[in-house]
């Protein structure tokens, strides 16, 4: 991974380990002239998010439980095929990862604690409520003659 902008931050001081990625590389599906034939830009990022020691434990466990139905054999992969060069390709799949990790150890949101409407509030909304009821009541026409 020489020349790339890494390391890739999940969030603080942790950062994706380039010693724990595994590159692989094939040839993109779509468009893209002669040179298609001949360049590998599709890339596959792996990462073992079972065996890595990069994580805090409790990172560790809370990416485990929620990218479940991601992993294979405890092995989370991206794939990136947008960009016509594998140095871009490889940016992205790094970078998409990283995130995807970000969001699979963040904390869990705080229980929402739940408020009263205060009475003044509720008072006025069913005054307004009977004042509209009389105008359209009002307009019904009847006892006109």
């Known amino acids: 991974m020489d020349g ?3 390391p890739y931050v999940i969030r ?3 950062s994706l380990p380039e010693a724990e990625l595994m590159w692989r590389f094939s040839r993109s599906s779509g468009p893209g002239g002669q040179h298609v034939n001949t360049s590998d830009s599709q890339v596959e990022l792996r990462f073992d998010l079972a065996g890595t020691e990069a994580l805090p434990e409790v990172w560790k466990q809370r990416a485990l439980q929620r990218l479940a139905s991601r992993l294979v054999d405890g092995v989370v992969s991206v794939r990136a095929s947008e ?3 594998q140095w871009r390709n490889r940016e992205t799949a790094a970078v998409r990862l990283a995130a ?3 969001e699979a ?3 869990p949101p705080k229980p929402r604690k739940p408020t009263r409407i205060p009475r003044g509030i ?3 909304r069913l005054r ?3 004042q509209r009821s009389d105008t359209k009541r009002g307009r019904s026409g009847q006892g006109w003659r």
């Open 4 to 6: 790339m902008s890494g």
């Open 12 to 14: 603080g001081s942790v």
């Open 83 to 85: 960009h016509r060069s």
């Open 100 to 102: 995807l990790l970000a």
């Open 105 to 107: 150890t963040a904390p």
């Open 122 to 124: 509720n008072e006025r």
């Open 128 to 130: 307004e409520k009977k």
